[in-house]
């Protein structure tokens, strides 16, 4: 007996304005270009000036609505195109209560032409978060609950980034944070003008003994040079090392893992199981991190369980949006057992919780799940004033 029926699927690309880049002021040799993005020279990586997103609003036939978010923060028509020309239109008359058959479904369409990542599934993520959502509204449960219960009623949040010019600033900055309550902070090597290990041992002295650094390296280095490096950080305390290697090298994950006494932290660019599980094969991390608007739920919990059964915690990633796959990943979070920390992007987490409704929250070093049915968040009308494209 299905419990309701699927009948309609719409997408919204949303731009919101934002003060200052991703990542901190523009450096030397930035510039945002004609179509709004910037390349940042410490990464090369490509990023809007604006906080990009695409939502997902699914409509059930008794009236109910799912809202699911996915990563479009460049080139959002990708996803749209592939949800409105593709999977919206095959999903129309399934049943909200079977999300993972129809994930599964979904991803087999394209799976014998090699479309197992990329646009293809953040634009199944975005589905998938909003089937959930439509479930827990209909079934007036909440998705934690949906995913095998709400084990933790809060969850530490490890502050990431330090969006300033000079490491004066950012140490300063730290400091702040440590004093909000804050027990980790992780800074971006792609922005230590003075060098890693003065930054880190900078971060150190600042914010003294007890409080978590990471460090994300932004897959700028050879295995060799990430062990020099993450070696010479050690005596600093460091809790993890974020992505040392290119994200395909899993050789150079493995041997990076194995040459230092740190823990690897990994994940927030694979998708599905089947990237993690080689990875978990070979050591290559001692922490992941799924991106929700990446994997949507069903992979999301599919990779913890799996991270579980290989003992490695889980630190979820938590990017650019306006907080409904935020709002899923807490909740997803909260139904898994090994969850030290999420991640807490506060220049993009505080600016856009006006755009959701819920009570939604980071404050004091933890976040607060959203209560109600779902995910506990819907976008708020302003949203839909920032619709483009
Ligand atoms: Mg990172």
């Not at 999977?87 to 479309?115: A, K, N, S």
């Not at 007036?140 to 490491?167: C, D, E």
Request: glycine share 10%.
């Amino acid at each position: 007996m299905p419990l309701d029926a699927i009948t309609k699927v719409e997408t919204f690309i949303v731009s919101i304005p934002r003060d200052m880049p991703y990542l901190g002021p523009l450096r030397e040799g930035e510039r945002i270009n004609e179509r709004g993005y910037l390349i940042r020279k410490g990464n090369r990586s490509i990023y809007p000036a604006t906080d990009m997103s695409v939502l997902v609003k699914i409509t059930a036939e008794s009236g109910a609505v799912g809202w699911g978010e996915t990563y479009g923060i460049v080139a959002p028509n990708a996803v749209k195109s592939i949800i409105d020309d593709v999977l919206g239109p095959v999903i129309i008359g399934r049943d909200p209560g079977d999300p993972v058959v129809i994930h599964e479904d979904l991803y087999d369409l394209m799976r014998v032409r090699g479309f197992f990542g990329g646009y293809y599934v953040d634009s199944l993520a975005g589905v998938d978060i909003a089937i959930w959502d439509l479930l827990g509204r209909i079934t007036n449960r909440s998705l934690a609950s949906l995913v095998g219960g709400q084990r933790h009623a809060s969850l530490p949040a490890y502050v990431s980034g330090l969006p300033k010019a000079t490491l004066q600033e950012r140490c300063d900055l730290a400091v702040e944070w440590v004093g909000k309550g804050y027990k980790a902070v992780k800074f971006a090597a792609a922005m230590s003008d003075d060098g890693i290990v003065k930054e880190m041992a900078a971060l150190r002295e600042a914010v003294g003994p007890g409080i978590h650094l990471m460090v994300d390296l932004h897959w700028k280095f050879t295995a060799p040079e990430a062990i020099r490096i993450i070696r010479k950080l050690e005596p600093y305390d460091l809790y993890f090392a974020e992505a040392p290697c290119e994200p395909e090298d899993i050789d150079g994950q493995a041997a990076v893992a194995a040459g230092i006494g740190t823990p690897l932290a990994l994940g927030e660019e694979w998708r599905t199981v089947f990237e993690y599980r080689p990875r978990f094969q070979r050591q290559c991390m001692g922490v992941i991190q799924p991106e929700m608007g990446h994997t949507g739920v069903t992979e999301f919990m599919g990779i913890g369980r799996m991270a579980h059964a290989f003992h490695v915690d889980t630190i979820p990633h938590a990017s650019i949006g306006i907080g409904v796959f935020m709002a899923a990943s807490l909740h997803a979070t909260a139904a898994l057992k090994r969850v030290p920390y999420h991640e807490y992007q506060h220049s993009i987490f505080d600016k856009n919780l006006r755009y959701v409704t819920g009570d939604m929250d980071c404050k004091a070093g933890f976040y607060t799940i959203p209560s109600g049915a779902g995910h506990g968040v819907v976008p708020h009308d302003s949203v839909f004033n920032h619709v483009v494209g």
